[in-house]
């Protein structure tokens, strides 16, 4: 089993039944009832054709925006929600100072063997183990300021996994500055037809996300977040009335990577790996069409490399990840995503993390996840990766917005099945991988929502000693429909196989069966 020694760390319907039909009534009728639901906002009359720029196609999540997170869904779009000022006047040159943000701060206590541990002692815990869910997640802060104007504003992001005044001083959870860059602007550099935005400095792109606004129900992505210093260009282009194209290219390098200093390892240090890592480079091209409003297909290509071996004993290695990805946003149908990846890993070990896929940060840790610790690392994974969520009350009220304004019932589905392949004969590492799960949430009153989700986790499809289940409930309490904040009380019940350890640094203990929760999170 491997671990991880990061511990850290968004068609038609079925013939309903009397209850569903039941809560389907109640919630088509919900705009009449004004205690219980928001109005919509008037829309606003259309611009123009010669006036109104083309939207952009979403090939990843904008880098200018907060991370945001699978747990706060569905948040959708309202039609008058765009960017506000905050409140500040601009000076003479229309410069504004804003602030975004996003947190979520949960305590987690699992019980197990008549004890209580807190953190818990559980397989999915480390966001850098391949079997993480993110039904647990930890602590997450991340601050964004931004200074500028309508073309080029300042980009400066605070972010943290640990919280020191209820943990301890762990330096390497503080991040600190975490991201620092320019973004340009030009969104009518084509007229009508598109523009191109342009990001220069130490940013993260993100390309693969399953979710609307996040990484998705696991928080992970298919293709890859990039960390490094560089550029990178989106342009978009009004083909037709429903045909819109869009390209995304950028280069970048990391400043430094993590140095290798003979018995200095320790947990509270980084770790660099089994050797010292390269100067690591990256490269990484998206082209895609926006069809219609809500729909996107596209195909990605990200590669990884370092150039700079200076002795036999050290050898360059690439990481290359490459496939398509279909989305859909917005639509009456719900929020769908399907993507195939194939990662060709090369001696990844002195590649240090310039882009993260599939829960991997480093090159090690890609070889750790997928090929097993002894192994060279040298192979390909296939991966697979879908979810959708159906928002009843979006169906229902078609075509008048809904965007969470009144009683909801959402459902999800989602899942990633991987493939790994190497003729290296140190690989002994499981050949197929699967994450399958669903969740429902009803919101029933402005205040309440009540939710169950199911997790099945195979990190080895041939062992089910390694398999384990994980069931949910929970209830979460907001202080409206819509809001941006909310507060979750569950528990998740663990059905572990014989063969299941906790995640790192807990491998050598038993499992907990049951976790309790109390979470709080916001996004602005």
Do not use: C
């Not at 639901?37 to 090939?59: I, K, M, N, Q």
């Not at 599939?358 to 890609?366: D, I, K, V």
């Amino acid at each position: 089993m491997t671990t991880s020694r990061f511990a850290h760390r968004r068609a038609r319907l079925p013939r309903l039944s009397s209850l569903s039909a039941a809560l389907a009534l109640a919630l088509a009728a919900a705009p009449a009832h004004a205690d219980d639901a928001e109005p919509a906002p008037a829309e606003p009359a259309p611009a123009a054709e010669a006036t109104a720029p083309a939207a952009a196609p979403r090939l990843g999540n904008d880098p200018s925006r907060p991370r945001g997170d699978g747990g706060l869904g569905p948040r959708l779009t309202r039609p008058d929600e765009g960017d506000d000022d905050d409140g500040e006047a601009a000076d003479e040159d229309g410069f504004r100072l804003r602030f975004h943000g996003f947190l979520r701060v949960p305590m987690r206590v699992g019980l197990g063997g008549g004890q209580v541990h807190s953190p818990p002692q559980i397989p999915d815990g480390a966001y850098t183990d391949w079997r993480y869910t993110n039904v647990s997640g930890g602590p997450w802060t991340e601050l964004w300021l931004s200074y500028g104007n309508g073309t080029v504003s300042a980009n400066v992001v605070l972010a943290a996994y640990d919280i020191s005044d209820a943990s301890y001083r762990d330096l390497l959870s503080q991040l600190g500055i975490h991201q620092s860059f320019l973004t340009f602007s030009f969104p009518r550099l084509f007229g009508a037809r598109g523009g191109v935005t342009w990001n220069v400095g130490a940013f993260s792109s993100r390309y693969g996300t399953a979710g609307q606004y996040d990484a998705g129900k696991y928080d992970t992505y298919l293709f890859g977040a990039t960390h490094v210093a560089g550029e990178t260009v989106s342009a978009h282009y009004r083909l037709g009335d429903e045909l819109t194209l869009a390209v995304d290219h950028g280069v970048g390098a990391k400043l430094q990577v993590t140095p290798l200093v003979d018995g200095l390892e320790a947990p509270y240090l980084p770790y660099p790996g089994d050797v010292q890592q390269g100067s690591t480079l990256l490269h990484h091209a998206h082209a895609g069409l926006g069809i219609g409003d809500t729909l996107t297909v596209a195909a990605h290509f990200l590669t990884a490399w370092t150039d700079d071996a200076r002795s036999s004993a050290e050898i360059d290695g690439r990481i290359t990840n490459v496939g398509v990805d279909v989305k859909l946003v917005g639509h009456r149908l719900g929020d769908g995503y399907l993507g195939y990846s194939r990662i060709l890993s090369a001696d990844p070990l002195r590649v240090a993390g310039a882009f993260e896929a599939l829960h991997s940060f480093e090159g090690w840790n890609l070889r750790d996840n997928y090929f097993g610790s002894d192994a060279t690392g040298t192979g390909t994974i296939d991966t697979v990766m879908f979810q959708h969520q159906f928002s009843l009350s979006r169906y229902l009220w078609a075509p008048q917005p809904f965007w969470g304004q009144g009683p909801d019932l959402v459902a999800s589905v989602f899942g990633m099945y991987n493939h790994v392949a190497s003729d290296d004969p140190a690989f002994t590492a499981p050949a197929n991988k699967l994450k399958l799960g669903g969740d429902v949430t009803y919101t029933p009153r402005p205040w309440l929502g009540v939710g169950l989700r199911y997790d099945r986790v195979a990190p080895d499809t041939s062992d089910a000693s390694t398999t384990f289940h994980v069931i949910s409930p929970s209830i979460t309490l907001r202080s409206k429909f819509a809001s941006r904040e909310e507060v979750v009380i569950g528990t998740s019940h663990y059905v572990n196989g014989d063969g299941v350890t906790p995640g790192y640094p807990h491998e050598t203990l038993a499992p907990d069966g049951t976790v309790v929760r109390i979470s709080a999170a916001m996004w602005w």
